[in-house]
T-cell receptor
Framework: AQSVTQLDSQVPVFEEAPVELRCNYS??????LFWYVQYPNQGLQLLLK??????LVKGINGFEAEFNKSQTSFHLRKPSVHISDTAEYFC?????????????FGKGTHLIIQP | SQTIHQWPATLVQPVGSPLSLECTVE??????LYWYRQAAGRGLQLLFY??????ISSEVPQNLSASRPQDRQFILSSKKLLLSDSGFYLC???????????FGPGTRLTVT
């Protein structure tokens, strides 16, 4: 079975500083990878996805992520954060070869932007 | 374009009372449908998923059940709520189990 590890449960960052949210997955097959954002008391919103092609993926709100197959990682980055980026961020993976599990989500990283 | 609705948005229910949460998807047909729960400060827990009318798979044994009476309608139910059923319930859909899911706005359930 797949697993997703989000290494940090909380990441405090000052406004306008860069941020990286880490995500590692365990899978021996090809994968699809996703990042979601959840604002308080709202559903999850898709930030970006990697299905194939370029390993650098750009998403909404200025976020990007890089797929690193050798390190089984899909870290999320933003060069300059804003107060409005305060939210919970979830990494998710699925087996593109059609494994039975569908999407597997990490436990989330709470991004806290400090003024 | 597709939209997903959930209601009610918030619900406060006493222990032992029944529950019915509804999720509907517009603008698509034959979606896969999912129910998740988020307990306070925790991640997503997949409760049920459905690939078609009347087809329900349960991921976690509990006092909850799900039904899919119509193609784009997914209902989460309980006959008797427990305190531990409190949480944020999310419905989601997708076309293919291995691609991105699209989430509804959620229902905040408080069992008192």
């Amino acid at each position: 079975a797949q697993s997703v590890t989000q290494l940090d449960s909380q990441v405090p960052v000052f406004e306008e500083a860069p941020v990286e949210l880490r995500c590692n997955y365990s899978s021996s097959v090809s994968v699809y990878l996703f990042w979601y954002v959840q604002y308080p008391n709202q559903g999850l919103q898709l930030l970006l996805k990697y299905l194939s092609g370029s390993t650098l993926v750009k998403g909404i709100n200025g976020f990007e992520a890089e797929f690193n197959k050798s390190q089984t990682s899909f870290h999320l980055r933003k060069p300059s954060v804003h107060i409005s980026d305060t939210a919970e961020y979830f990494c998710a993976v699925s087996d593109s070869g059609g494994g039975a599990d569908g999407l597997t989500f990490g436990k989330g990283t709470h991004l806290i932007i400090q003024p | 374009s597709q939209t997903i609705h959930q209601w009610p948005a918030t619900l406060v229910q006493p222990v032992g009372s029944p529950l019915s949460l509804e999720c509907t998807v517009e603008g698509t047909s034959n979606p896969n449908l999912y129910w998740y729960r988020q307990a306070a400060g925790r991640g997503l827990q997949l409760l049920f998923y459905s690939v078609g009318i009347g087809q329900i798979s349960s991921e976690v044994p509990q006092n909850l059940s799900a039904s899919r009476p119509q193609d784009r309608q997914f209902i989460l139910s309980s006959k008797k709520l427990l305190l531990s059923d409190s949480g944020f319930y999310l419905c989601a859909w997708n076309f293919d189990r291995y691609y991105e899911q699209y989430f509804g706005p959620g229902t905040r359930l408080t069992v008192t």
